[in-house]
């Protein structure tokens, strides 16, 4: 067999020197494209653009060998001066790659300043590349990821910022921070800045990301007795959008050197849109979805919504209250929401989420979310809420000077709906003959009694509230309300409000005596539970139904119904079209969809159009409320689709 070697070897020498030393294989579309954006940040290894720097110097061996020594010796390109934007953009790629191996902070730190660098030089301070050259969008997203890297903390998500002097490869840097432009955004303390970019979000129909500069946070509103009067509205667990930059100036002349100098600022989504780097106003990157999500995650308002339906029958005792998601700014008008029944804020999500996207609406308005106790008698639900809306007027413009706190909207959800037709009528003494046949001043009751009673059955438009938005709405009651079954059950288990039992009892008292027929309608052994008041045939809603909006105030209408057949003759599962049609309205819009309409994208899309039309019509400079010295325009967001798992639906 050995007589064989030398021929064979022979022939594979030969066929060797016969293939070509170049080659073209033709790839698929997708692997073209997967090769030409691979980049550290994708594939974990540097890119073609970044390769061909190693070897131009000679450094791919030394970079695998030793690439803190590689590094080095393509730094002293930079010590001289002569570095191009090719060359800062390889470090910058390098700089991180190894940071991620083993070179820690000062390398994320170089791999930020090295992109800096590429992307915000000095006229006087060499090339640049062009604004199409993919490096250009990659050097910002590695200074985004290598600002968050480069202070974050060890066992924890948060990241730890404080001004200090801070080891670079080739130097230090001195940094400051500023958490100014957050202090001035409302009052609130922002803690546990964690970053956003690396979080996935599950039941948030889109995921919202602004594409700019600077590392996207999502900051935890502290609430503190100190600090009571800007966090008493916020969100139970608030998080708000944050953005982390980094700036120096003459980044490039400054990395010849080896003390830096830099100031690191901390922006809040809710007022600065951009930020200022050599004179130019510069898209910041945010990712506000997240923040809404985490708020959402740690309040787990969904937990909570049969035990704010039923009172205190499990044990929670819940009350109305009224939340935010971030601080208000003067110059925005207030649009409150209000669930329906055995529902939170949390039914809210989608619809806020994809409205804050839009800049003209979140540099333009403010949301407020109202929630209550969904199975209290509506009048009571109703009261607390005009009540809460009047003491927010008051806070909000205590000396009558904010036009747009007086162009307030409210949008309300099923039960929701009827408190919010509760805001801007004319009740007279109509709710009040549904229980007693006595004019109201000669029934004895207590002065706290009689207060109650007066505010939540004399019913007076509120002349700040001049549009309204009824979705689902039963506005001449729901028939899933009608069937005595199901009403006496949920009586046993609904436990009303303390004043409330106490008003019944004062109503009982009154009805017995030389007038036993003065009580009319009520059944004073059970008071009236919500879904009580929303039975077609009940005093309530029959009463209610037939109560104009008051003049001056616009009305619009969302009205869901199942199917393809007659709207006319349809319903949502909960609610008639008959019952949710109401006259005189500025519009209504019939959208293909269950009763639970709120992140249905036409519903969503109908009311975007509602409050740019009351925009449009009233003109709310949100200017005055603005942080000036940062902010220039509102920067456009992209929409990142996220798959929820729910089907398309149509409109009509």
């Not at 019509?617 to 729910?646: E, H, I, W, Y």
């Amino acid at each position: 067999m050995t007589r064989f070697v030398f021929p064979v070897a022979t022939l594979a020498l030969a066929l060797a020197a016969c293939s070509p030393p170049i080659a073209v294989k033709r790839l698929s579309p997708e692997a073209a494209q997967r090769e030409q954006t691979s980049n550290v940040l994708t594939s974990g290894h540097a890119s073609d653009f970044t390769m061909i720097e190693l070897r131009r110097y000679d450094l791919l061996e030394r970079f695998d060998d030793d690439p803190a020594d590689a590094i080095s010796e393509l730094h002293e390109r930079v010590r001289a001066g002569t570095a191009r934007s090719e060359e800062l953009f390889a470090l910058a790629e390098l700089s991180y790659l190894h940071a991620q191996r083993k070179g820690g902070r000062p390398h994320y730190l170089a791999s930020a300043l090295y992109a800096y660098a590429l992307i915000f030089r000095e006229v006087d301070e060499g090339d640049s590349l062009s604004d199409l050259d993919p490096r250009t969008r990659w050097a910002a997203e590695i200074y985004n990821r290598a600002l968050a890297e480069a202070f974050a903390t060890a066992g924890t998500d948060a990241l730890t910022l404080q001004s200090d002097t801070y080891a670079l490869p080739f130097g230090q840097i001195s940094i400051a921070v500023d958490k100014g432009h957050i202090q001035r955004a409302g009052l609130w303390e922002v803690v546990d800045l964690t970053p956003s970019a690396d979080v996935s979000v599950r039941g948030l129909r889109n995921r919202y990301r602004r594409v700019g500069i600077g590392t996207p946070l999502a900051g935890r509103v502290e609430i503190s007795e100190e600090n009571v009067k800007g966090t008493k509205y916020a969100a139970r667990a608030a998080h708000v959008p944050v953005t982390m930059v980094l700036r120096l100036e003459k980044p490039r002349t400054q990395l010849r050197g080896e003390e830096l100098r830099a100031q690191l600022d901390l922006f809040p989504f809710s007022d600065v849109a951009t930020v200022d780097i050599g004179g130019v106003d510069i898209p910041l990157e945010s990712e506000p979805s997240v923040a809404l999500a985490e708020t959402l995650a740690a309040s787990r308002f969904w937990e909570q919504e049969l035990a704010v339906f039923l009172g205190n029958a499990l044990g929670t005792a819940a009350s109305s209250r009224f939340s935010v998601i971030e601080p208000y700014r003067p110059g925005r008008t207030p649009v409150v929401f209000v669930h329906g029944t055995g529902s939170s804020s949390s039914r809210w999500a989608d619809m806020v989420n994809d409205l804050l996207a839009d800049p003209r609406i979140h540099q333009n308005f403010h949301f407020w979310m109202f929630d209550y106790d969904s199975g209290n008698p509506i009048a009571y639900s109703a009261y607390k809420l005009r009540s809460g809306l009047t003491e927010i007027r008051r806070m909000l413009d205590p000396d009558e000077t904010n036009a747009c706190v007086r162009q307030s909207i409210v949008i309300g959800h099923s039960q929701g709906g009827l408190l919010t037709k509760m805001t801007v009528i004319d009740s007279g003494d109509r709710f009040w003959r549904n229980v007693s046949s006595k004019p109201f001043d000669d029934v004895k009751m207590s002065a706290e009694q009689r207060r109650l009673a007066g505010d939540a059955l004399i019913v007076k438009p509120l002349p700040f509230v001049k549009r309204v938005i009824f979705i689902a709405t039963p506005q001449r009651g729901s028939y899933l309300a009608g069937p005595q079954f199901v009403r006496r059950l949920l009586q046993r288990l609904i436990t009303l409000p303390a004043d409330v039992l106490s008003l019944g009892a004062a109503f009982a008292t009154a009805a017995v005596g030389a007038d036993p027929t003065a009580v009319n309608a009520l059944d004073l052994q059970t008071l009236p539970t919500a879904i009580d008041n929303m039975s077609p045939t009940h005093p309530f809603i029959r009463t209610i139904s037939s109560i104009p909006i008051a003049p001056g105030v616009k009305a619009h209408s969302i009205i869901p119904v199942k199917g393809e057949g007659p709207y006319e003759d349809g319903n949502d599962g909960v609610v008639r079209y008959s019952s949710a049609h109401f006259e005189p309205v500025e519009s209504e819009l019939v959208v293909r969809s269950s009763h639970s309409t709120q992140s249905n994208p036409h519903t969503v899309e109908e009311v975007r159009r509602i409050l740019l039309e009351h925009l449009a019509a009233n003109g709310c400079d949100s200017t005055p409320g603005l942080d000036q010295g940062t902010r220039a325009k509102p920067a456009p967001l992209s929409r990142v689709p996220v798959n929820d798992g729910r089907g398309g639906v149509k409109a009509q």
